[in-house]
């Protein structure tokens, strides 16, 4: 079974830094996954990590320790654009498909 | 990318009818799957849409229920079948393209209430 744990809700202000973190419990191990979700529109990907460390891409990061079983998604110069539900997925290792199981989503609000 | 389109985008249902949700990728895939989205809920594994054969249904999703069909590499159906308040939902198509084994898209969603 899959265990995936992100905090519900959190609250920054704009041009801060926020860190959404996610910790997983799985059987198997082969990917995880940040994906970001406007209200009333399907998720958009963000990243991907597969090994330890840290992985770039403009404003957002995200980082995976495999040993913790915990990955963080790294939000700088936050815009109130950046308004969202954040979602980590993990991919199974052990299952034929590659589908991914999600955690409950982190509503992030951005104020001025 | 892939690009993935749904129709339809949203749909009023009355109670017991069934309605079929459609999902084309505009490139071969390999894998295609279909989640369910609740108000206000995460996004849950409904089934894998196996080309030429019968889909493959997570625990609490049954056939008879969401009949999948994946005639090729391209396009699948999800019909919600009988349908009641309960399952009024976002039902969403997902596809994972060739040579971009990291990735998993999502169709934009239909969007659907049963009344």
């Known amino acids: 079974g899959q265990n995936i744990d992100q905090p519900t809700e959190m609250t920054a202000t704009e041009g801060a830094i926020v860190q959404i973190n996610c910790t997983y419990q799985?059987?198997?191990?082969?990917?995880l996954f940040w994906y970001q979700q406007h209200a009333g529109e399907a998720p958009t990907f963000l990243s991907y990590n597969v090994l330890d460390g840290l992985e770039e891409k403009g404003r957002f990061s995200s980082f995976l320790s495999r040993s913790k079983g915990y990955s963080y998604l790294l939000l700088k110069e936050l815009q109130m654009k950046d308004s969202a539900s954040y979602l980590c997925?993990?991919?199974?290792?052990?299952?034929?498909?590659?589908?991914?199981?999600f955690g409950g989503g982190t509503r992030l609000m951005v104020k001025p | 990318s892939a690009v993935i389109s749904q129709k339809p985008s949203r749909d009023i249902c009355q109670r017991g009818t069934s309605l079929t949700i459609q999902c084309q990728v505009d490139?071969?895939?390999?894998?295609m799957f279909w989640y369910r989205q609740q108000p206000g809920q995460s996004l849950t594994l409904i089934a894998t849409?196996?080309?030429?054969?019968?889909?493959?249904?997570e625990s609490g999703f049954v056939i008879d229920k969401f009949p999948i069909s994946r005639p090729n590499l391209t396009f699948s159906t999800l019909t919600v079948s009988n349908m009641s308040p309960e399952d009024s939902s976002i039902y969403l198509c997902?596809?994972?393209?060739?040579?971009?084994?990291?990735?998993?898209?999502f169709g934009e969603g239909s969007w659907l209430t049963v009344v």
């Open positions: 997902s596809a994972q393209g060739i040579g971009s084994a990291n990735t998993i898209y």
């Open positions: 849409a196996n080309q030429g054969s019968e889909a493959t249904y």
């Open positions: 490139s071969q895939v390999t894998m």
């Open positions: 997925a993990v991919r199974d290792g052990d299952n034929a498909g590659n589908m991914l199981t």
């Open positions: 799985t059987s198997g191990f082969n990917g």
